[in-house]
């Protein structure tokens, strides 16, 4: 194994490194106001199509055909060159979604079709004269759209503030001398120096190296750490894991030293295509399928209605400008024109409370996707298990506790110098034992050829090997072995049954590691491999990351609430049945990623029906698995922090990942868990269920009451011989609706619609509608013929008429929100919060008022007489027992949202 570099760079000065800071404050600083500015397009963009894909030459080249090919040195660029490749291949940074700036973010609301809907007519109103009605209308559409871009802009500022990514250096040769520079200022050609912690800063090439060792598991899935020379090599396939020469973006260097040559940064490198995968445009949800629906659903009402008003008005009234009115007035009323506002008031509503829970929400509209999750995949590490190895036993051949055994294992993690692994630091923490009679006088490190190491101790003046590692490897190297302290010749193999007790812990999935030991007659200054032969096996330890001990309580809460846990891992199918089956999930069906390749979707879809654990498992074959799940109807959530992680947190309908997960999967999940535990998302995903429950309840609400109504209008203005309500008392009554239906995110959910995940319907909103909306407009089709017959025989003021219904029709469809927002009955089983039962009660004596004020005139109302507001009361109150009695059956025919 070559050496890395011989001769040693100068080290910079003060001066070079204050030049090199200085080099990448100015880049910054001139970035970011041209980016927030202009959006993220000029030269000094972070998508660069000048790197091509990786070549496998990179990895066969030499040394110097390298360097000459990169036009760099051992010595480095110089830091003119580096600046002229930052302007021709951008800064090293994975593709990130551009940051859209903030008007473009404001303009973006307005593309809302409810909201050009409303901008339509409020232009209409403005050019026909219509001052009045047309400021209203714009009103309501700004309110809404301001406070849904405020709310929106507020949550992702401070979701900004929480995943900003630490500035990681790197060693970088720049003229000659070392420079500790920011990674996304490294440029193809750098030469970089590696030791062990370093982070890889781009896709190496390794040009030096001495016991190199490098933790790629977030890219490759590799449990353990490979090694990396500097020899070219011969790219026999396409899979990263067979360059043995390249460092990839991402890993880290577990021990030793090397040096490395940028081959390529940003994008171009393997991180940055799997960034550029998950980047672009979002996935299209549940929860985005369910409002464009709803959208969809309202606007064809909106066109059933105003149309056939506007002709009949038309034809039969003579007057077609003053149909045009009232049909867009009709349009305003059915237009549900707050729901944009409500949704983002609502979901962010939901957001600050779950942040209380140490739920961190980034993409408002997955919070109602959080609470209709009906399942959700995570691996098992660090969710139902510790995530941190365990000594689970020592014992010796027979299967009996031995202390010496663990003594053994002890002295030989404890005086080892390498790098400490998770092994080694579960035995150390396992119980501390006093090493003061021991003297260590060398030891064999660790390498992953051999698969062992050994110290060799000095006890009672005789030198002492003790060996620990991969059972096989032991095995082979022992002609002994020791059973209740007399030593027995191995005769070809060690006895079967000597052998079982490991072999079970073997076969469950548990880490399993032998010791051997052998005592020498002639004391040695040096040890080397040699010695590690002629061994006597003594015993085993087993490890295990087990269980939370709180694990099944997670698992069988969540199943409470509804969600089926699937476990999607790169572990091996026996670790993850001894795991998931002490936990209580079914593990009576596994599948692997080999099953999972050679099954269609049809196939694989019964197969992922019936499992809930999934092994050996790589990043695209999760990704799989989530989209056959949702094709299946599942709103699927996602739990995963390391890099591979990213693309299956980018298809499912709710990304879930942790405050120190790996930067990508924090860009890419939705929601972020400040603690990795299932028992927080609960938490979440019952606020999430509260947050749809509200919105829900606007929906149900406005779009059966504004239908009903604007049902009642359309028919009115037909067959009365007078409007029922003027175009500016229809937008009059619509605004102060809308108003009274601000605190609904305030509102309380009944405990049992918790229980469960509950998914967009649109057809249940279709039903709800077609049997609410009537039962509105036969009440208002009763306030019409009580009205008409004091117009004609009493009053014979089309003015008091319309005062009359807008009272009437403003009441039921405010106070109906008691009844639609509990499947109990109202105030004895079920209350609504008290700023909900405020504000609706504010709003309706807000319009009583209006009515008996001196602007009442203005707005062509006459003041009501007590005999009239009786009447209202009876009207209102008969309605809203109707609408009970109807919503027993309607629950008892569709359920209930």
């Not at 303009?107 to 909201?115: A, R, T, V, Y």
């Not at 403005?126 to 009103?139: E, F, H, N, R």
């Not at 709803?294 to 007057?319: A, Q, R």
């Amino acid at each position: 194994m070559k050496e890395a570099q011989n001769s040693e760079p100068k080290v910079a000065d003060e001066k070079s490194n204050k030049e090199a800071n200085l080099l990448d404050k100015i880049i910054t600083a001139v970035e970011i106001p041209i980016f927030r500015l202009f959006g993220a397009n000029g030269k000094l963009e972070t998508i660069s199509n000048d790197q091509k894909k990786f070549e496998p030459e990179l990895a066969e080249l030499s040394k110097n055909a390298l360097l000459k090919k990169f036009k760099t040195s051992m010595k480095g660029l110089s830091g003119r060159e580096a600046r002229k490749r930052i302007e021709e291949y951008g800064f090293n940074e994975p593709t990130r979604t551009k940051e859209v700036p903030v008007l473009m973010q404001m303009l973006e609301k307005f593309k809302n079709p409810l909201i050009i809907v409303l901008l339509i007519v409020a232009t209409v109103s403005l050019l026909t004269g219509q001052i009045v009605s047309a400021i209203l209308v714009y009103c309501m559409t700004v309110i809404s759209v301001s406070l849904s871009f405020y709310q929106e802009y507020k949550a992702k500022g401070e979701a900004k503030k929480l995943i900003e990514m630490v500035s990681v250096n790197a060693t970088v040769m720049r003229d000659d001398r070392h420079h500790e520079l920011n990674t996304r200022l490294l440029v193809p050609g750098d030469i970089v120096h590696l030791s062990a912690g370093n982070i890889i800063p781009a896709d190496l090439r390794i040009l030096d190296a001495k016991d190199l060792f490098i933790n790629q598991a977030t890219l490759t899935g590799e449990s353990f750490p490979v090694e990396k020379t500097g020899e070219p090599i011969k790219v026999e396939g396409s899979s990263i894991t067979e360059m043995t020469n390249i460092a990839f973006m991402g890993s880290n260097v577990m021990s030793g030293t090397g040096v490395g040559l940028a081959v390529k940064t940003g994008p171009s490198t393997q991180f940055g295509e799997l960034a550029t995968r998950v980047s672009g445009r979002d996935t299209i949800t549940s929860f985005d399928i369910g409002v464009n629906s709803f959208v969809s659903l309202m606007i064809w009402f909106i066109v059933v209605l105003t149309v056939p008003v506007f002709i009949l008005n038309t034809v039969l009234k003579g007057d077609a400008m003053q149909a045009l009115l009232f049909g867009l007035a009709v349009t305003v009323g059915v237009t549900p024109e707050m729901l944009p506002m409500l949704i983002t008031v609502n979901l962010s509503n939901g957001a600050m409370k779950m942040s209380k829970k140490k739920v961190i929400v980034k993409r408002l509209s997955a919070i109602q996707n959080f609470g209709a999750m009906d399942v959700l995949c995570s691996d098992k590490t660090g969710t139902i298990t510790l995530g941190e190895v365990v000594l689970e036993r020592h014992f010796d051949l027979r299967g009996k506790e031995s202390e010496e055994v663990l003594s053994y294992a002890y002295m030989n993690s404890y005086f080892q110098t390498g790098l400490k692994n998770l092994l080694d630091k579960a035995i150390i923490k396992h119980e501390e034992l006093s090493m003061r009679k021991y003297k260590k006088i060398d030891e064999i490190p660790f390498d992953f050829t051999r698969r062992l190491m050994s110290v060799v101790m000095e006890e009672g003046g005789k030198h002492v090997l003790i060996a620990k590692g991969a059972p096989e490897e032991i095995l082979k190297r022992c002609n002994r072995y020791e059973l209740d302290k007399e030593v027995y010749e191995i005769d070809g193999k060690i006895p079967e049954h000597l052998m079982d007790e490991s072999d079970k812990y073997a076969r469950q999935g548990f880490r399993v590691l032998a010791l051997a030991y052998k005592e020498f007659g002639a004391k040695k200054h040096s040890y080397s491999k040699e010695d590690e032969r002629e061994m006597v096996l003594r015993g085993f330890i087993i490890f295990l990351d087990p269980p939370k001990p709180d694990a099944k309580k997670i698992v069988e809460s969540l199943r409470t609430l509804g969600i089926q846990l699937k476990i999607l891992t790169g572990d091996n199918e026996l670790v993850s049945k001894k795991i998931c089956g002490d936990v209580g999930i079914d593990v009576s069906s596994i599948a692997t990623g080999d099953k999972i390749d050679n099954l269609s979707d049809e196939e694989l879809l019964a197969v992922v029906n019936r499992t809930s654990v999934f092994a050996r498992l790589n990043p695209i074959q999760k990704e799989r698995v989530i989209r056959i799940l949702k094709k299946a109807g599942h709103t699927v959530g996602y739990l995963g922090d390391g890099i591979n992680d990213a693309p299956s947190l980018k298809v499912a309908d709710v990304g879930i990942s942790v405050d120190n997960a790996a930067d990508i999967a924090r860009e890419t999940a939705d929601i972020i868990l400040l603690e990795k535990n299932l028992l927080v998302l609960e938490d979440g995903v019952m606020e999430g269920r509260r947050t749809y429950g509200n919105i829900l309840k606007y929906i149900k609400m406005g779009a059966s009451s504004n239908v009903g109504n604007m049902i009642s209008v359309s028919v009115g203005s037909v067959f009365l011989p007078f409007l029922p309500m003027t175009s500016l008392q229809i937008l009059v009554n619509n605004f102060l609706y809308d108003m009274s239906q601000l605190t609904i995110p305030t509102d309380n959910i009944d405990a049992e619609y918790l229980r469960k995940p509950t998914p967009w319907r649109i057809d249940y909103i279709k039903n709800f509608i077609i049997c609410f909306g009537p039962i509105s407009s036969l009440y208002d089709l009763t306030t019409y013929a009580i009205g008409l017959y004091f117009y004609y025989y009493i009053s014979g003021s089309i003015a008091l008429f319309q005062t009359f219904w807008f009272l009437e029709s403003l009441g039921t469809q405010t106070f109906v929100i008691y009844i639609i927002r509990t499947s109990k009955v109202p105030f004895l089983q079920s209350s609504p919060s008290k700023w909900l039962a405020l504000t609706t009660a504010g709003i309706v004596l807000t319009a009583l008022v209006l009515t008996l004020s001196p602007v009442a005139g203005m707005l062509g109302f006459a003041h009501p007489t007590a005999q009239y507001l009786i009447l209202i009361a009876i009207i209102i109150l008969v309605y809203l027992v109707h609408v009970q009695v109807l919503k027993g059956w309607f629950i008892r025919k569709f359920g209930w949202q």
